[in-house]
């Protein structure tokens, strides 16, 4: 069974400071893939970045950064100098590659609260 | 813009009500999803087809049921609505044979008084 276990519910920052969010994935597949999505005060969802287990390399896209490391099972995430626009929860995802993939397990989220 | 659509966006009825929820998409995609989200929980997975002939209970199904008309369209059913049904329900979509991502649609509000 797929384990996707996102320790903190809430975090508050004031904007221009660095949030770090954490993801720790447990899966008996050795091929995988990581979601991160983020959820607006209006409700939908929004898809941000999608790791595949074969690329450990580290990626950044603007002020997101996403730190992949297989050995601890851990996908996160981390807002360079925030903006009150990123106040969203965001959603850690895991599926399998393959005949069982695309059915995504989610983690519970973490809210995000920047303060102006 | 191919997209994925949900009727209604809000509801509110009563214990033991029927209650129909409707997804329809145009992004051409064989796979449809419905998920419910409650506080903490994250998304937890409904139902799942994989096309018109093929579906398949999730985590949750208890107390729910499906039906794929199309392949564009999945209908997500309460037979007998209870308060505990209460939530926010997403309907997904995504294409076989790619990396997985799931195309969401925005999500309908079911609110069981």
């Known amino acids: 069974a797929q384990k996707v276990t996102q320790a903190q519910t809430e975090i508050s920052v004031v904007e221009k400071e660095d949030v770090t969010l954490d993801c720790v994935y447990e899966t008996r597949d050795t091929t995988y893939y990581l979601f991160w999505y983020k959820q607006p005060p209006s409700g939908e969802l929004v898809f941000l970045i999608r790791r595949n287990s074969f690329d450990e390399q580290n990626e950044i896209s603007g002020r997101y950064s996403w730190n992949f490391q297989k050995s601890t099972s851990s996908f996160n995430f981390t807002i360079t100098a925030s903006q009150v626009v990123d106040s969203a929860v965001y959603f850690c995802?895991?599926?399998?590659?393959?005949?069982?993939?695309?059915?995504?397990?989610f983690g519970g989220g973490t809210r995000v609260l920047v303060k102006p | 813009d191919a997209d994925v659509t949900q009727t209604p966006r809000n509801r509110i009825t009563k214990t033991g009500k029927r209650i129909m929820l409707e997804c329809s998409q145009t992004k051409g995609h064989d796979r449809m999803y419905w998920y419910r989200q409650d506080p903490g929980l994250g998304l937890r997975l409904i139902y799942y087809?994989?096309?018109?002939?093929?579906?398949n209970k999730g985590e949750i199904s208890d107390g729910y049921s499906v039906s794929r008309q199309a392949q564009a369209k999945f209908s997500l059913s309460l037979e007998s609505a209870i308060p505990n049904q209460t939530a926010l329900y997403f309907c997904a979509t995504s294409r076989s044979g790619t990396s997985g991502e799931q195309f969401f649609g925005p999500g309908t509000r079911l609110t069981v008084l």
């Open positions: 995802a895991l599926s399998a590659i393959g005949a069982a993939g695309n059915k995504l397990t």
């Open positions: 087809s994989f096309d018109v002939k093929d579906i």
